[in-house]
């Protein structure tokens, strides 16, 4: 999960993350009351979404589509240029590099202070899942594009690797430092922020945090002037008073989050075959072999390995709703989850739903036969397959598709 | 032979008086599983499925000696059954396999518990978040974990699958080619776990029974390229080898919660080509798997 760049700060800030004052506004008015509070000589005014690249990205305008500003961070030097900025970006679809061509809308903004700037530098704290461990990774090359640094000076990344037993050791916050070039004041100020932000991380069941730039103020002070912050999701039922409540639902997708909330993993994509599978693996490798013979999938969807009848409709229901959907595969390897049971849920959703595309039904594994008969049965137009390539040639030559 | 687990392997349910610890432990008894006992805090003393109960794994492994532990704990508690099981089984035997099925675990606690685990070398962690482990038998065998036990039999291929269904895809294709499994091992789909691929990879190499390997992998991560790597190096024997998630977008996590490619790495295509590289025989569609393992074999002249 997760969140917003002011409310990021607003931890970091309870931790003792050194952050700049800073107000979170959902209208213009209350950016040119933040202005006047802030009583700062220049603010940053910040397109608050879930996604990178903000300041690179374009606005536009939501109805006519015509482009309202470049960049949706802007610094602004008196109150008229936060009003111009505020109304640029409040309400109007950003989009950059993370978001795809369809943007999110701007509903939160965040008017910071500024602040002398030094030098800008690039800090990370991650789960390495090679190593196993939590990875610290710092660069003097701030501000810019982390994967671009990586590719063309990787020696100007430097790593830490905290021991799960022993936690962050001191001198490994002072050799992270030093390898920043930093030293004084600058190095202390540096070593206790860097231990208040694995706290944070730690403490948050964090899964990334990412702070791009970290900043030396001129008066040798250790700024996070931006913070992007991940949770893991698996450690929601401990943050149900914290982070949980932070969760911006708006940011999320309408159709993944009623799969969410009927235990279905699922992710929309652009093609035009939907698919219903059991298990994550076989989901994706579906969804890889429609393409294999010339399909476009439309989603990911993994119903899980004791699904009942129940979630199956709701599966059927989030898939059909996509109005890119031509038709559907299903794709079941019983396990413990019988071939019998899903085709009854099969054919329930289907009268409920009144399917009107082209359906594939591949089953496999435990009371195949059954499942199968109990398919055959039915009036409905549903088409049987005996291998997920059978059932993926099935289904694109039945909504015309393919070679 | 097998790897890691024999078919009279003796095995604890940890959790065994909940939900997922009765049903799963009923199906693994069926297959042949020798189901010696089970851990419950506070139900120690009672018998369910035919089996005693256990407070602590200390007295379970104690009393039963059992060489494995499987894990249905609910996630909040299962990291802690991890450590609890590798310690009893370091003070008791010194060694021990445990399988964690358990999905959903929090990624700080799995840090945590693979640290522990490996501070225990004799200790074995497969999981969490998989199918778990079975090693067919003549009649019967060891499943140990949620997978189907009737697609199997006992044979001369070794599997390893970040995946749960998809292993079972490869299981029905070498069967349809006539060929049973030495030992299945679901590695799992979290992004920390415990046994990674080169282990089991070297675990096969060294296993008379095992004559060929199929790997299935899947978007996320490095495991596979650093596997094939590996595999280029020190394995003889014939590996077939397929990754999901070709057509999975960039940065949306695909269902298990290490399928994610993140800053561009850990693309399907990135793990073929290191597949590819090391002399492996990719499928690229798991109908296939079967053929593919066919032609490696005959190659092999193992056919």
Same mark, same amino acid.
């Given at each position: 999960m997760n969140i917003h760049e002011y409310q990021g700060k607003q931890l970091f800030r309870e931790a003792g993350v050194p952050v700049l004052d800073g107000v979170h506004c959902t209208n213009v008015e209350q950016a040119l009351a933040a202005y006047d509070e802030l009583n700062s000589e220049?603010?940053?005014?910040?397109?608050?979404?879930?996604?990178?690249?903000?300041?690179?990205?374009?606005?536009?305008?939501?109805?006519?589509?015509?482009?309202?500003?470049?960049?949706?961070?802007?610094?602004?030097?008196?109150?008229?240029?936060?009003?111009?900025?505020?109304?640029?970006?409040?309400?109007?679809?950003?989009?950059?590099?993370?978001?795809?061509?369809?943007?999110?809308?701007?509903?939160?903004?965040?008017?910071?202070?500024g602040c002398s700037i030094a030098h800008e530098y690039y800090l990370a704290i991650l789960i390495d899942r090679e190593e196993k461990s939590v990875l610290i990774m710092a660069s003097t090359e701030g501000g810019v594009d982390i994967e671009e640094v990586a590719e063309s000076s990787p020696e100007a990344i430097h790593?830490?690797?905290?021991?799960?037993?022993?936690?962050?050791?001191?001198?490994?916050?002072?050799?992270?430092?030093?390898?920043?070039?930093?030293?004084?004041?600058?190095?202390?100020?540096?070593?206790?922020?860097?231990?208040?932000?694995?706290?944070?991380?730690?403490?948050?069941?964090?899964?990334?945090?990412?702070?791009?730039?970290?900043?030396?103020?001129?008066?040798?002070?250790?700024?996070?002037?931006?913070?992007?912050?991940?949770?893991?999701?698996?450690?929601?039922?401990?943050?149900?008073?914290?982070?949980?409540?932070?969760?911006?639902?708006?940011?999320?997708?309408?159709?993944?989050?009623?799969?969410?909330?009927?235990?279905l993993s699922y992710v929309n994509l652009d093609g035009n075959i939907g698919c219903l599978v059991n298990g994550a693996g076989l989901a994706m490798a579906t969804m890889?072999?429609?393409?294999?013979?010339?399909?476009?999938?439309?989603?990911?969807l993994d119903v899980g390995g004791g699904a009942n009848e129940e979630q199956v409709k709701t599966a059927f229901s989030i898939i059909l709703e996509d109005p890119n959907v031509e038709g559907v595969l299903v794709n079941i390897f019983g396990g413990i989850m019988r071939c019998d049971i899903i085709a009854r849920g099969v054919i329930a959703a289907t009268e409920a739903l009144s399917l009107e595309v082209p359906l594939v039904v591949r089953l496999a594994g435990t009371n195949v036969n059954e499942g199968k008969a109990i398919l055959a049965a039915s009036e409905l137009n549903i088409h049987p397959a005996d291998s997920l390539a059978d059932g993926a040639k099935k289904i694109v030559a039945l909504i015309g598709g393919g070679e | 032979?097998? /790897?890691?687990?024999?078919?009279?392997?003796?095995?604890?349910?940890? +959790? *065994?008086?909940? %939900?997922? @610890?009765?049903?799963?432990? =009923?199906?693994?008894?069926?297959?042949?599983?020798?189901?010696?006992?089970?851990?419950?805090?506070?139900?120690?003393?009672?018998?369910?499925?035919?089996?005693?109960?256990?407070?602590?794994?200390?007295?379970?492994?104690?009393?039963?000696?059992?060489?494995?532990?499987?894990?249905?704990?609910?996630?909040p508690f299962a990291g802690e059954a991890i450590m609890e099981a590798a310690d009893a089984f370091d003070i008791v035997n010194g060694e021990g396999v445990i399988v964690c099925i358990t999905e959903g675990i929090p990624t700080l606690d799995m840090v945590r518990a693979v640290s522990?685990?490996?501070d225990r070398p004799g200790v074995r962690l497969?999981?969490?978040?998989?199918?778990?482990?079975?090693?067919?038998?003549?009649?019967?065998?060891?499943?140990?974990? /949620?997978?189907?036990?009737?697609?199997?039999?006992?044979?001369?291929? +070794? *599997?390893?699958? %970040?995946? @749960?269904?998809?292993?079972? =895809?490869?299981?029905?294709?070498?069967?349809?080619?006539?060929?049973?499994?030495?030992?299945?091992?679901?590695i799992g789909g979290d992004p920390v776990n415990g046994t990674g691929f080169i282990e089991c990879l070297a675990a096969f190499e060294s296993d008379a029974q095992t004559e060929a390997i199929i790997m299935i992998g899947e978007i996320g991560g490095t495991a596979e390229e650093d596997a094939a790597a590996w595999a280029k190096k020190n394995v003889t024997k014939?590996?077939?080898?397929?990754?999901?998630?070709?057509?999975?977008?960039?940065g949306k996590r695909m269902g298990h919660a290490g399928a994610i490619i993140a800053g561009g790495k850990g693309t399907a295509a990135e793990k073929f080509s290191a597949f590819e590289a090391a002399g492996i025989a990719c499928a690229h569609d798991p109908s296939e798997i079967g053929a593919v393992l066919l032609e490696s074999l005959k190659a092999a002249g193992l056919r």
């Open positions: 220049v603010v940053a005014v910040k397109s608050q979404i879930h996604a990178g690249g903000r300041g690179k990205g374009t606005l536009y305008d939501v109805k006519s589509g015509s482009i309202v500003m470049e960049g949706g961070v802007k610094i602004a030097f008196n109150r008229d240029e936060v009003e111009k900025y505020a109304t640029n970006i409040i309400g109007h679809r950003l989009v950059t590099k993370q978001t795809g061509i369809e943007g999110k809308i701007v509903n939160n903004l965040y008017i910071e202070s790593k830490i690797w905290v021991d799960p037993a022993a936690g962050l050791l001191g001198f490994q916050k002072r050799n992270l430092g030093m390898n920043l070039g930093l030293s004084g004041s600058a190095l202390k100020s540096f070593s206790k922020m860097l231990g208040n932000l694995y706290n944070v991380f730690n403490d948050n069941d964090c899964s990334m945090i990412e702070i791009n730039p970290l900043v030396r103020s001129t008066d040798d002070e250790i700024i996070a002037l931006d913070a992007k912050v991940g949770f893991d999701s698996n450690a929601d039922f401990r943050h149900q008073k914290s982070w949980v409540q932070m969760r911006d639902i708006s940011e999320e997708d309408d159709a993944e989050i009623r799969a969410g909330e009927a235990d890889d072999v429609i393409k294999l013979y010339g399909g476009e999938p439309a989603n990911f | 032979m097998s /790897i890691w687990i024999q078919e009279n392997s003796k095995v604890l349910i940890q +959790g *065994i008086t909940g %939900k997922q @610890g009765m049903f799963h432990g =009923e199906k693994m008894i069926e297959y042949g599983t020798n189901i010696v006992g089970g851990v419950t805090p506070g139900k120690g003393g009672n018998e369910v499925l035919g089996v005693p109960v256990f407070n602590s794994m200390i007295d379970a492994i104690k009393q039963t000696n059992a060489d494995a532990s499987v894990i249905y704990v609910p996630p522990y685990v490996n497969i999981g969490p978040n998989c199918p778990g482990i079975i090693t067919p038998g003549d009649s019967g065998g060891c499943k140990i974990g /949620i997978m189907p036990g009737h697609i199997h039999a006992k044979g001369r291929i +070794g *599997i390893v699958s %970040k995946s @749960g269904t998809l292993t079972y =895809e490869a299981v029905a294709q070498a069967m349809s080619i006539d060929e049973g499994q030495s030992t299945c091992i679901g014939p590996i077939v080898g397929f990754v999901a998630g070709s057509t999975a977008p960039p």
